[in-house]
C-alpha cells in the first residue's frame, strides 16, 4: 500500500510492505522518482504494484465570471511556493505575450511568494495582464470562463487543480513531471513541457493561443478523459475491485493450518 502525504509539503512516500524496501525510496520527493525506484524493487520481492488515479468531484462552472475576460485567458490554480515555480510562469506569460498580445493570465491561490510574483510582474511588464485572486472558495467560475490551465511546477502528485480543469473541459499545457507526465498519456488536451524551461513553457502557451479555435475538440477529449479516468466514483470501484482481488487471493493461498485464522467468506 503506498499513502501519500500532500499538507504543504513536499510529497513523501510511506511504503507498508511484509518485506523491507530499499530505503533510498524516502530520499527521493518527485513521486515519479519514488516510482522509479520502487517498481524495482517490488519487481524483486516478486510483488505487484496497482495503479489506482485519484478522483475528484467536477467542478461547478457556473456563477458569475470572477474578472472581465479580455482575449486568451490562461489559469493557474495553485498555492504560491518554489516547488510551483511561479517565477517560471510569468516569464513563459511575458515571452508569449510578446507574440500574442491578448493573453491574460489569472493566479489563484495564495502564499509566501505572492509579494515577490507580484513584484516579478512588474518588473515583466505585464502586471496590467495579470491578476492575483489569492485564495478562492468557489473556484469553478474561474474554470468556466478560462482558456487553458497552466501549471509549472518542479515537482508534483497528481495535482486535483488538473483533474478540475478537465473536467470543466480545459485543455492544459503543464510540466513534464510527476502524474501529469501520465496524465498527458491519456489525453491529446494536455502538454507538457520540461520544468524550469520558462521557454518552452512560454512557447507551448503562444502555439496554444494561436491555435484556439481548434480547442472544441481538445475541450471535448479534456472532459471525456475526465469521465473515464478521473471521476470518485471510478476510484471507488477501482479500490473495491483491488481489495476483492486481494481478499480473495490470500483466502486461496493460506495454508491448512492456518484454518483457524482464516477469515469468513460472508458476514
Not at 520527493?29 to 522509479?36: A, L, T
Not at 491578476?131 to 486535483?160: I, K, N, T, W
Not at 499545457?173 to 520558462?198: F, I, K, N, Q, W
Amino acid at each position: 500500500m503506498l499513502h501519500f502525504l500532500h499538507q504543504g509539503q513536499p510529497l513523501w512516500a510511506r511504503v507498508l510492505l511484509d518485506s523491507q524496501i530499499d530505503q533510498e525510496v524516502f530520499r527521493y520527493r518527485g513521486v515519479d522518482k519514488i516510482f522509479q525506484v520502487l517498481a524495482v524493487d517490488l519487481q524483486v520481492l516478486g510483488l505487484d504494484l496497482a495503479t489506482i488515479y485519484n478522483g475528484g468531484n467536477p467542478v461547478n462552472t457556473s456563477g458569475a465570471t470572477p474578472a472581465p475576460k479580455i482575449g486568451f485567458t490562461l489559469l493557474h490554480v495553485s498555492r504560491l511556493s518554489p516547488v510551483k515555480d511561479q517565477e517560471s510562469l510569468l516569464r513563459a506569460f511575458a515571452l508569449a505575450k510578446g507574440s500574442v498580445p491578448d493573453l491574460q493570465l489569472w493566479i489563484v491561490g495564495d502564499g509566501p511568494l505572492r509579494p515577490k510574483l507580484q513584484a516579478l510582474a512588474r518588473d515583466l511588464g505585464i502586471d496590467s495582464a495579470t491578476r492575483f485572486f489569492g485564495e478562492q472558495a468557489d473556484v469553478g467560475p474561474f474554470y468556466g470562463a478560462a482558456d487553458l490551465f497552466v501549471m509549472s511546477s518542479v515537482s508534483e502528485g497528481l495535482p486535483m487543480s488538473l483533474l478540475e480543469s478537465m473536467s470543466a473541459g480545459l485543455p492544459s499545457v503543464v510540466t513534464d513531471v510527476g502524474g501529469m507526465r501520465e496524465v498527458s498519456h491519456l489525453t491529446e488536451s494536455v502538454t507538457t513541457v520540461p520544468a524550469s524551461d520558462y521557454k518552452a513553457l512560454g512557447n507551448a502557451i503562444r502555439t496554444a493561443a494561436e491555435n484556439r479555435c481548434g480547442f472544441a475538440q481538445l475541450r471535448r477529449a479534456a472532459q471525456q478523459c475526465y469521465e473515464q479516468n478521473f471521476t470518485l466514483e471510478r476510484m471507488a470501484n477501482d479500490y473495491i475491485r483491488l481489495y476483492d482481488h486481494s481478499f480473495d487471493y490470500h483466502q486461496s493461498h493460506l495454508s491448512p493450518r492456518d484454518d483457524a485464522r482464516r477469515l469468513p467468506t460472508s458476514f
